[in-house]
């Protein structure tokens, strides 16, 4: 029980259950060796859905076999996976699942004919694999399994993440032990997944239950003082509380060695940690310490070397001359040899430490030393890398992991006992700590973060993993990231407000689109007087995408993070790597620090390198900290580098954002509008002096900022930040806004003078928009519904003030077809009038042709038209 409430407590459980995430409505997936549906953390009353989808059973949402046999394997890897992932049982004080109300839907890749094979359909991932996961409702999957090298599988997994952008795979980094290589693992290194690596538990965790394997000597005193590897011997006041369980599964444990795969079955007494406290060294005489010491003081550190005698035997020498502790020093260039008792209990050597240490190390150990043992590594920690964890390890190689999650000795569901625990350790055990996260961030995102500022209906696979990062912290004396851990571990709750905290320490969360031709570029502010608390996260960016698959794996589209702000004087800093000379181009992350009371910032998100120039790319972007948001950006004017060489007077508060193409439709015009971007209209003719109405429709319309203007495109910008206004002046021009039937109506009227008939194109009605959406690129449409008397209609091109002048055709022409048109018109109104007349006649005249048509009649003409009608230039019903 202490040791599930230390890693949850290594994972912010308790306290993210406390604000209410706990995975409820979420579902996740696991592919493995099954799972022990008989055990209390998954079994119900109902029937587990095998090979079906159920909404039914509390657990299970279907346990589906791919070559699998509906049970978990001999070493229970499937169950323990499970329940560190959706467990709601509770031993201790907490569940024993990080999301303890989400469900689960099993794929089951194992069978007990081979054990510990996984049947893993690596040639068909997307559709005999991740469509199983999908079609049952999971969107984040573990898969604990891993290849030493799969470029293929890594080119699949990215294209079925491509193809399916809310479908987020979770890999472990992989297990590498001392004899072999510590690079990473497929598909681990895939550009759409999130990759974890393993960290230790809570330190708590080791320090309850302290084992051989993180145990060191300190040299000198307080807690700085260099570290020694030292093994505690299995007798004295580090005898394993378990001691012939320990010593069934001791060696191969210390067959890892150095990768520290936790081996909790030989915990000692915690009690027996720190009995030597900053005692002196002195080397025995004889040096083996097989006889009766000679001059040896009381209360020192009896420093011995292995041989000849048992180790029993030097440590009752050693006890015998006064020592308070013995080192005994290895063979030069041998393995560590586990130190154990040859005649049982010693009472005389009970209460004293005994380490071994190796010979390189012990050279530095002199006599009158200060040395203190046994302790537990400094640099077990749960935002350190368990040395198992393989990592990308490459230098300029893609950051694999991107964070890490507890994976060292993990309590959590047994198989084959109906409410039993177990340990086991591995990146596996953090890919399921990993997916379960991901369950509680998709909660928070669509059920309680706050609406105005995070909260999505539909979270995409890349803001999952934004989020995540944005709430990692990598070991201290670390900036940003390291190869080893990543961005480092999730402080989740640190990171994630409640909804009533929101409004306080807002999390802006947006989804949205950019193209190399037109950078999204933001404009946020944090308080120059706001100050950063003990221990709380600095303000953070974070931007990260979904990239099309490519067989080398490089990034096809290469988009780039970067702010500028007025605390730093506009110095341009770069995601990943703040001092860098140029951008990252390897990540499909980036993360980028600020410091509290920046100021205002023009955050950029910016693509290159495409293959295609128009094309554009679904991003996602997570600001974490105290940041607002101003449509009025009033960095623009300060900041002289964002705008350098460019001429802003047609492109709103940043210089390259030009007024968004508009397509003729129909009647109406269609403007895309861009998450927390001014978009333009512009072109848009009138008629001469009077009244306007210009409706915006579209889901997107209530969250539009709004302003107008008859000047010029250099006036768009000048609404002010906040509500859109109920009414602004420019100029002579009054403007009102009002929400009618569902439609954003723009109301105004044009004095003559200004917009003289006989000179219509001289007055355009310039409109630009600030959409404060967050959830994808939007389209409204843009429409005149009332203008003055004398508007004739207007194609759809007259948007852009097309003319005669403008379409080349020459006057003489013009008036030519005019004439013509007139023509036809008079001679349909004769033939209309004729065919009255004759039907009338007939009637009166011939009764009994009646049922003859006329076939010079057949064709209706049109009603004539008025000279002038309510205009209609752009028209929405």
């Known amino acids: 029980g202490s040791l599930g409430a230390a890693v949850l407590n ?9 604000m209410g995430l706990r995975g409820a409505g979420q579902i996740v997936g696991l592919g493995d060796t099954g799972v022990d549906v008989q055990s209390c953390s998954f079994s119900d009353v109902v029937a587990v859905p095998y090979d079906e989808v159920s909404a039914a059973h509390r657990k299970i949402a279907a346990y589906i076999t791919v070559h699998g046999d509906r049970q978990d394997g001999p070493d229970g890897h499937g169950t323990h996976i499970a ?20 469900r689960i839907v099993v794929v089951d890749v194992e069978d007990a004919v081979r054990p510990r094979v996984y049947n893993v359909p690596e040639t068909s991932i997307g559709n005999s694999y991740f469509d199983l996961f999908r079609h049952a409702g999971a969107r984040a999957v573990c898969s604990p399994w891993s290849y030493p090298s799969h470029a293929s599988l890594e080119y699949d997994v990215d294209q079925y993440v491509w193809e399916n952008p809310d479908f987020l795979p979770v890999f472990p980094s992989g297990n590498s032990l001392a004899s072999t290589s510590q690079a990473l693992h497929a598909p681990c290194g895939a550009k759409n997944v999130l990759c974890v690596g393993a960290s230790y538990n809570a330190r708590q965790a080791y320090l309850l239950e302290p084992s051989f394997v993180h145990a060191v000597l300190r040299i000198g005193t307080g807690t700085d003082g260099d570290e020694i590897a030292a093994l505690p011997a299995f007798f004295g006041a580090t005898t394993p509380r378990e001691l012939l369980e320990c010593q069934s599964v001791a060696e191969t444990c210390l067959d890892g060695l150095p990768s520290g795969v936790a081996c909790p079955e030989c915990a000692f007494d915690a009690a027996g940690l720190g009995v030597v406290s900053e005692a002196a060294v002195q080397r025995a005489d004889p040096a083996d310490g097989c006889r009766p010491l000679s001059g040896f003081t009381r209360g020192a550190v009896c420093l011995v070397d292995r041989g000849v005698c048992p180790f029993t035997d030097k440590a009752l020498n050693c006890v015998k001359a006064g020592a308070v502790g013995v080192v005994v020093v290895n063979y030069i260039g041998t393995d560590p040899k586990l130190m154990v008792s040859t005649d049982g209990s010693i009472s005389e050597i009970a209460h004293i430490p005994a380490v071994l240490v190796g010979h390189e190390a012990a050279q530095s150990l002199r006599d009158g030393q200060v040395v203190s043992f046994p302790l537990i590594s400094r640099g077990v920690a749960a935002t350190q890398r368990a040395p198992y964890s393989s990592f990308n390890a490459k230098p300029g190689s893609r950051l694999k992991p991107e964070v890490v999650f507890p994976g060292d000795s993990i309590e959590s569901t047994a198989s ?23 369950a509680l961030v998709r909660e928070y995102l669509v059920k309680f973060a706050d609406p105005g500022f995070a909260r999505l209906a539909q ?21 940003t990231m390291s190869p080893e851990v990543g961005f480092g571990l999730p402080a989740l709750a640190q990171a994630l407000a409640s909804s009533s905290e929101a409004a306080a320490s807002p999390m802006i969360v947006l989804q949205s689109q950019v193209s190399a031709t037109r950078p999204q570029r933001y404009c946020f502010s944090i308080s120059r007087s706001s100050s950063l608390a003990a221990g709380a996260l600095p303000p953070r960016l974070v931007l990260a995408w979904t990239d099309p698959p490519d067989r080398s794996g490089r990034l096809v589209h290469d988009l780039d993070l970067s702010a500028e702000c007025d605390a730093e004087a506009w110095r341009r800093r770069l995601a990943n790597d703040a001092e860098a000379a140029a951008p990252d181009t390897v990540n499909t992350v980036e993360k980028l620090l600020l410091a509290a009371g920046t100021g205002a910032c023009v955050v950029t998100v910016a693509m290159k390198n495409s293959p295609t120039p128009s094309a554009s790319q679904t991003f996602s972007l997570v ?13 623009f004017e300060a900041s002289s580098s964002v705008c350098a060489g460019e001429d802003a007077s047609e492109h709103g508060p940043f210089c390259g954002q030009a007024p968004a193409e508009v397509a003729a439709k129909g009647d109406g015009v269609e403007l895309r509008v861009s998450p927390l971007q001014w978009s333009g209209v512009y072109g848009l003719d009138l008629c001469g002096g009077g009244k306007y109405k210009v409706a915006i429709a579209g889901a997107a319309a209530s969250r539009l900022e709004l302003s107008a203007s008859l000047a010029s495109s250099a006036a768009l910008w000048s609404s002010p930040a906040g509500a859109r206004p109920a009414t602004w002046r420019e100029g002579e021009v009054e403007f009102s806004i009002a929400d009618v039937d569902g439609h954003v109506v723009l109301d105004f009227e044009v004095p003559a003078q200004i917009a003289p008939e006989q000179d219509a194109a001289a007055a355009r009605l310039y409109m630009s928009a600030f959409y404060r959406g967050r959830e994808g690129v939007a389209t409204v449409s843009v429409a005149f519904l009332e203008a003055p008397s004398q508007c004739m209609p207007k194609p759809s091109s007259s948007l852009r003030g097309t003319s005669a002048e403008s379409s080349g055709l020459a006057p003489g022409v013009v008036a030519l077809l005019v004439i013509l048109a007139v023509v036809s018109f008079a001679t349909l109104v004769a033939l209309f009038l004729f065919c009255q007349f004759r039907a009338q006649r007939q009637a009166r005249v011939a009764p009994s042709d009646a049922g003859v048509e006329d076939l010079r009649c057949t064709a209706k003409a049109s009603p004539a038209s008025p000279a002038r009608s309510a205009p209609r230039a752009i028209f929405l019903s």
């Open 623 to 635: 600001a974490a900290g105290p940041f607002t948001v101003q449509a009025d950006c009033e960095a």
């Open 10 to 18: 290594a994972a912010s459980a308790p306290e993210l259950h406390a």
């Open 459 to 479: 979270p995409l696979a890349s803001t999952l993993r934004a989020l995540i990062v944005s709430a990692a912290s990598p070991p201290s004396g670390v900036a």
């Open 416 to 438: 084959g006992v109906l409410c039993g625990r177990k340990s086991m350790s591995g990146t596996s055990q953090s890919c399921g700590f990993g997916a379960g996260t991901v």
């Open 83 to 102: 329940g560190s992932m959706v467990s709601g049982a509770v031993f201790g004080s907490v569940p024993s699942g990080i999301a303890p109300e989400a």
